[in-house]
């Protein structure tokens, strides 16, 4: 390996497509590039809100918490008196959010439990709402002024408006079915 050379040219190729691919990437996909890359919404853990934590009471089985919280997301075999309920979501165009509530129990029963700061239901749901810009649309119709500004198509000469006929007679039309009489 020592005896080979890598073309000058090649090493350009290599090194232009590398600067350009590095020009293309933003952390926050705004500045550098017009393009922002798709970025997976990441949703993690159990949604507990104010309102689930206010039913906690000390002293219920560790199945009604479980039907009030959900399964915790971390169960550990060191501290088996403690779930932990961790919830993160990352979404592109809102906040990265995360919560964390720590269940406490002595044998079978709810000691304490600690919270941070937990969102209403309704909080929470305005919180990770994102309200995506409405395209800008091109109108489908033309109205008048519109319309006479079109220029006229090739060979064709402007056609003169239409005149009513100076004599329309009404059309009769016999009826659909016959008279049954």
């Known amino acids: 390996m020592l005896g080979m050379t890598i073309p000058s040219w ?4 290599v ?33 507990v809100t104010r309102e689930m934590v ?3 009471r000390p002293g219920l089985a560790r199945e009604q918490v479980r039907n009030l919280l959900g399964s915790p997301l ?8 403690r779930w932990d309920y961790v919830f993160t979501i ?3 165009g809102a906040a990265p959010q995360q919560r964390r509530v720590t269940v406490y129990f002595e044998g079978d ?5 600690e919270a941070s700061d ?16 409405e395209p800008r649309r091109k109108p489908l119709e033309l109205n008048e002024a519109q319309l006479r500004a079109l220029p006229l198509p090739a060979g064709r000469p402007a056609a003169a408006p239409a005149a009513p006929a100076a004599s329309a007679v009404p059309r ?9 009489r």
């Open 15 to 47: 090194l232009l497509a590398s600067l350009l691919a590095a020009g293309c990437m933003s952390s926050r996909g705004e500045g550098v590039s017009p393009w922002t890359p798709y970025r997976m919404e990441v949703v993690q853990g159990n949604v």
């Open 109 to 113: 029963r709810l000691a304490r439990h």
């Open 74 to 81: 971390l169960t550990d075999i060191f501290h088996a008196d």
């Open 118 to 133: 937990l969102p209403s239901e309704r909080e929470f749901v305005a919180a990770i709402d994102v309200v995506k810009p």
């Open 10 to 13: 090649r090493f350009g190729a």
């Open 90 to 92: 990352r979404r592109q």
């Open 172 to 180: 009769v039309y016999p009826p659909l079915e016959p008279d049954a």
């Open 54 to 56: 206010e039913q906690l």
